[in-house]
């Protein structure tokens, strides 16, 4: 049995002592629980996710405030639209999992954060696409993977994780590719788990987690398969 708490019931303290230091804690379940399968598979179905931070027990997160893309909310910006237009990628949905999340890892690593993507995250990553929870969007330049990006399959919600760019608004492209295809399978939104600016263009909001957890548990019963 998985050992990550239900956000649903569960407390949520203001501040954990680790050490000297006291840490924010009122996004986080519990520190510290190991990344096997099990639990990744069980935390993301209950609306959970892990983000390692450097030097602390990893922290397993169910933000206060969720950020959504409701897709009857997104944004495309007439110059976007006009790339998209224009033709000049194929899409496709994992062909190369793999290979979107080192990517992703290594963009990172160029502005100097990207030490949350793990070996031991990875191989969780790897062995949740494995398992058909993972999923990616790939985007291709002839042969040459120029964007992309993954995220996991929480039961009917697709919670996204990070994309990439090699070619300029690729990683863009490969989200309105996704909305596309997420929208005729039914849903509604996406779980874009903490805001950014970003995403802020794109449309996304904040809702609170008794909300998004709500909005979860009334997917996951309605059946919907997106992928």
């Known amino acids: 049995m998985s050992s990550i708490p239900d956000p649903s019931n569960h407390y949520f303290q203001d501040w954990v002592l680790f050490g000297e230091y006291y840490y924010q804690a009122r996004d986080i379940v519990g520190f510290g629980y190991p990344l096997t399968l099990e639990n990744i598979a069980d935390a993301y ?8 931070i450097e030097g602390m027990p990893l ?14 909310d997104l944004k495309v910006s ?20 793999s290979e979107v999340v080192e990517n992703c890892r290594d963009s990172y690593r160029k502005d100097q954060e990207g030490t949350w993507i793990t070996d031991d995250y990875l191989a969780a990553i790897n062995g949740l696409h494995k398992k058909g929870m993972a999923h ?5 330049e002839g042969d040459e993977l120029v964007g992309g990006l993954y995220g996991v399959d929480a039961g009917g919600v697709f919670s996204g994780e990070s994309m990439f760019y090699l070619r300029s608004n690729a990683s863009k492209l490969a989200l309105l590719f996704l909305i596309e295809h997420l929208a ?9 788990q903490v805001m950014t600016p970003h995403f802020r263009r794109f449309g996304a909001v904040e809702i609170p987690r ?10 996951q019963e309605s059946g919907i398969k997106l992928f």
């Open 184 to 192: 005729a399978c039914d849903a509604e939104f996406i779980d874009t």
């Open 78 to 97: 007439k110059s976007l639209a006009k790339e998209k237009r224009k033709g000049l990628f194929r899409y496709s949905i994992d062909e190369a999992f």
């Open 210 to 219: 008794e909300e998004f957890l709500a909005r979860l548990r009334h997917v």
């Open 45 to 52: 179905r209950k609306g959970v996710f892990p983000w390692p």
């Open 136 to 140: 990616s969007v790939e985007v291709w």
């Open 59 to 72: 922290p397993w997160f169910c933000p206060e405030k969720r950020a959504v893309l409701f897709f009857r």
